[in-house]
C-alpha cells in the first residue's frame, strides 16, 4: 500500500503526544498531511506539551510546518466548519484517516455518522469511501457503549488501535512508550520507521 495523503484528526483525550509524534513522522516521511484539531485538543496540547499553538488554522498550519520542517504545502490545516476542504468528499478523500488520540465522544459521533462538523464528515466520507480509518481510542476503563461503538466501527472495516503501549522493549523513557504506539500506526498505514525494531529483532 503507497500512502500519499493521511488524514490526522485530533481530538481532547489525554495523549496529544501520540498524535503530534505521529505527526513528525508523516511529515518526515514526506506524506502529505490534513491536519483537523477541535478546540479541546488545543487546549490539551497546550496543557500536555511545551507546545502554545496559535488559535487559527492557517496560524497553526505555519507553526507545526516549521517546528517539524515541512514542506510547502505538505501540510495542510482545516477549521472545523471548513466544509470546502477536499477531505469533506468522496472525491477528495485521503488514502488513510488516522483519529489520534480519540475520544469516546468522537468514537460515538463516527459510530453513528453524525458528521456534525468536518472532523466527523472527515471520518464518515474515509468510512464510505472504503479507505483505512485508524482510532487511537484514549479512555479507560470502557464502557459498555464505548465496546459496542469500536466493534460496530471495527466491523465497518475501521482499525481500533488503544494507546496500550507494550513494554516488552524496555522503554527507558516517555519518548519510547510514545513512540511503541506511533510505531504501530505507522505499520499500519504501510510507512517505513526507524521508531523500534520489530518483533524479534
Known amino acids: 500500500m503507497s500512502v500519499k495523503t493521511v488524514t490526522l484528526i485530533m481530538t481532547g483525550a489525554s495523549g496529544a503526544q501520540y498524535g503530534l509524534r505521529l505527526l513528525e513522522e508523516l511529515i518526515k516521511a514526506n506524506v ?5 484539531l477541535s478546540r479541546p485538543a488545543q487546549i490539551v496540547i497546550n496543557m500536555e506539551t ?9 496560524d497553526i498550519a505555519s507553526y507545526l510546518a516549521e517546528k517539524y520542517s515541512a514542506n510547502a504545502g505538505q501540510l495542510q490545516v482545516f477549521e472545523k466548519e471548513q466544509w470546502m476542504a477536499p477531505i469533506a468528499s468522496g472525491s477528495g478523500v485521503a488514502d488513510a484517516t488516522v483519529i489520534c488520540p480519540c475520544t469516546t465522544g468522537t468514537l460515538s459521533a463516527i459510530a453513528v455518522g453524525s458528521s456534525r462538523n468536518l472532523l466527523e464528515r472527515a471520518a464518515d466520507v474515509a468510512l464510505k469511501e472504503k479507505k483505512q ?3 487511537v481510542v484514549r479512555e479507560t476503563p470502557f464502557s459498555e457503549i464505548h465496546l459496542e461503538n469500536m466493534l460496530k466501527l471495527a466491523r465497518m472495516g475501521a482499525t481500533i488501535m488503544p494507546a496500550n503501549p507494550g ?3 524496555k522503554p527507558e523513557t516517555l519518548e519510547d512508550i510514545i513512540d511503541f504506539i506511533v510505531a504501530r500506526l505507522l505499520e499500519h498505514l504501510g510507512i517505513t520507521h526507524q521508531l523500534l525494531p520489530t518483533w524479534g529483532e
Do not use: G, T
Open 133 to 135: 480509518v485508524i482510532l
Open 167 to 169: 513494554f516488552y522493549h
Open 50 to 58: 511545551d507546545l502554545q499553538l496559535p488559535s487559527r488554522a492557517k
Open 32 to 36: 502529505n498531511v490534513y491536519l483537523l
